[in-house]
């Protein structure tokens, strides 16, 4: 596919899971892709292997955010940006605390703002540009023991939909997608300590979790990263605002 030649990619949390899905993604559609992240090794690896280009951030420092965006505009113009980097814990409201709230608002919701603003004006003054959002179905959903984590989704599911309006004869399409469990370092992670919490084995958790689907399983990240491609195409410049779910039909039970 070589829908993406000569337009410049940008991912954030690039190096591992749907991030790392993305750039490979992008780049075999002919983009050449930046890989964004706090890892130097894990983006580095991925940028090396789809001959990309690779920055370190932690997106949780804002000076560490405005010098990536200072390094990346030497690259040229971003045509797309995917807004994928993000955290996901879990406590119940007693248990989350300020600092636990305040981290992943700041990932979650706030980081991805940052790099819209900062992004997306020269999109529009090229009249083309697109930009994925990769939220959650916790997004236009509740969970229980995740109050911090639905509303950063939720916000970044509300900034999606306003920003489209602005954004609607400017060339540029903004969309959020909005997968369920998928099988990533993360949700292992989340499985790891769901059996350490419950005394369930990881099969047990795993189990779980996949039930939550009708499909009984996770998504895989280049569900996601196929999603977000098609989002990008000239053909799909219609589909704006939208908040697309990738759960095996979760939220329709």
Not at 5 to 31: E, Y
Request: a neutral charge; charged letters at 20%.
């Amino acid at each position: 596919m070589t829908v993406l030649d000569g337009k410049l990619a940008l991912v954030t949390g690039g190096g591992r899971g749907i991030g790392a899905a993305c750039a490979r993604t992008l780049a075999s559609a002919g983009a050449r892709v930046i890989v964004c992240g706090r890892t130097a090794a894990e983006i580095d690896a991925v940028a090396r292997e789809i001959g990309g280009e690779s920055v370190t951030v932690d997106l949780l420092d804002r000076k560490s955010t405005d010098e990536m965006l200072r390094r990346v505009a030497q690259h040229g113009r971003i045509d797309v940006l995917v807004n994928n980097a993000g955290v996901a814990e879990s406590a119940s409201l007693e248990k989350t605390s300020d600092e636990m709230w305040d981290r992943i608002l700041e990932l979650d919701a706030t980081a991805p703002f940052r790099v819209a603003r900062g992004l997306v004006p020269p999109m529009i003054k090229a009249g083309w540009g697109r930009v994925v959002n990769i939220a959650s179905n916790a997004g236009v959903s509740g969970y229980g023991y995740t109050a911090a984590y639905c509303a950063a989704k939720h916000a970044m599911v509300g900034f999606t939909r306003a920003l489209a309006i602005d954004l609607a004869r400017t060339g540029v399409t903004i969309n959020a997608l909005c997968p369920g469990w998928v099988h990533t370092k993360m949700s292992d992670e989340a499985i790891a300590r769901i059996a350490a919490k419950t005394g369930r084995t990881i099969e047990q958790a795993r189990g779980e979790l996949e039930a939550m689907s009708p499909q009984r399983r996770m998504i895989q990240p280049e569900e996601v990263a196929h999603a977000a491609l098609m989002l990008c195409a000239n053909d799909a410049r219609g589909i704006h605002g939208q908040t697309i779910v990738i759960d095996g039909g979760a939220i329709l039970k």
